[in-house]
């Protein structure tokens, strides 16, 4: 019965803190519930995400939150995927830095400025990635991302296994 109250109230927080940030999500923690911040190894990612103010991953509790990921082709690229691609690999790697892997993923959220032109170029790669049982997934679409060159943002919540 605890685990279900804790359960319905972080998730009450997550909703609260949603619309309270006009979409940002904060990473809810309980009162007295040690929160760990992730930021980059790179000095100048560090410093962008200083300047900005957010990490690439709030863990809180056994909860993960990472902060949004995005994904475009770079000059010299086929189509979508090695983009894609390099996305998903840095996404895993700060899941390994938070102590989990795509193996503990339970929500994906992907954010397309051309949902119809992207969705099967993601699903290719997200699917060498994540693996049954497969977490919740949205895809939303939107008319433009922070990035410029960006056409997806990835965001994902995992959950650390207990030790």
């Known amino acids: 019965m605890q685990t279900m109250k804790r359960a319905l109230l972080v998730a009450a927080m997550t909703g609260a803190a949603m619309t309270g ?9 309980l009162a007295g519930e040690p929160t760990t911040v992730l930021m980059p190894e790179d000095p100048r990612a560090r410093a962008f995400q200083e300047e900005f103010g957010y990490a690439d991953a709030v863990i809180a509790g056994d909860t993960i ?18 983009g894609f691609e390099r ?20 929500d994906l959220t992907t954010f397309h400025t051309d949902l119809r032109g992207s969705i099967d ?37 995992a959950r650390r296994a207990q030790r």
């Open 87 to 106: 996305a998903f690999q840095r996404i895993g790697a700060t899941l390994a830095r938070a102590g989990a892997s795509w193996a503990d993923v339970v």
């Open 65 to 82: 939150y990472l902060s949004g990921v995005v994904a475009g082709p770079r000059e010299g690229d086929d189509g979508l995927e090695p």
């Open 21 to 29: 940030m006009g979409g940002a999500m904060a990473a809810p923690a």
């Open 121 to 157: 170029a993601l699903a290719a790669v997200k699917n060498r990635h994540v693996k049954a049982p497969f977490p919740a997934w949205t895809a939303i679409g939107v008319s433009a991302l922070y990035d410029p060159n960006a056409v997806v943002e990835i965001k994902v919540v």
